[in-house]
């Protein structure tokens, strides 16, 4: 099913569930997606037959949301417990991998629009990153090294 039809299609269940008429409901989507009024009609008629592929789009969607929400809770309890350095930079970067696979997927189903600046700054973002997971890295170093020179202290 293309985009467009899907859009108006939610569209038409939201006008419908704000109370519009058919006929007003027909008028305002065949001029905001300039179809024909037949074309919103033959939707309203057959609304029976796609609206629960929808309510199945939907639980999908869900369950897959909340199945990313279920692992970035894990990747980030894992963080907080984390003793080591090395794995709180590793449950970071699950983290980070979970936000990114979760953004592909939004991406994928429309639910995020990004024009081509952001696209652009994209490359931005990923420096940034990359920028903040070599300065843990560093700091994860650094703790390592004055654990160690402790621990030689101790021993003396």
Do not use: C
Not at 59 to 65: E, K
Not at 130 to 142: D, G, N, V
Request: a neutral charge; hydrophobic letters at 35%; charged letters at 30%.
């Amino acid at each position: 099913m293309k985009a467009k039809v899907l859009e108006r299609r939610l569209d038409l269940l939201k006008l419908e569930g704000n109370g519009f008429f058919p006929s007003e409901i027909v008028k305002e989507l065949s001029q905001k997606y300039a179809v024909t009024e037949r074309a919103v009609y033959y939707d309203l008629e057959t609304k029976h037959v796609w609206q629960p592929v929808f309510q199945e789009m939907k639980t999908t969607f869900l369950t897959i949301v909340n199945r990313h929400n279920q692992l970035y809770r894990k990747a980030s309890l894992s963080y907080m417990q984390a003793i080591s350095p090395h794995d709180k930079v590793l449950a970071l970067g699950l983290m980070r991998i979970l936000n990114k696979d979760m953004l592909d997927f939004l991406r994928s189903t429309g639910k995020v629009n990004i024009d081509s600046q952001q696209v652009k700054s994209e490359s931005n973002i990923e420096g940034l990153l990359r920028e903040y997971e070599s300065s843990i890295r560093e700091a994860a170093e650094k703790n390592i090294q004055a654990e160690s020179r402790q621990e030689s202290e101790n021993v003396s």
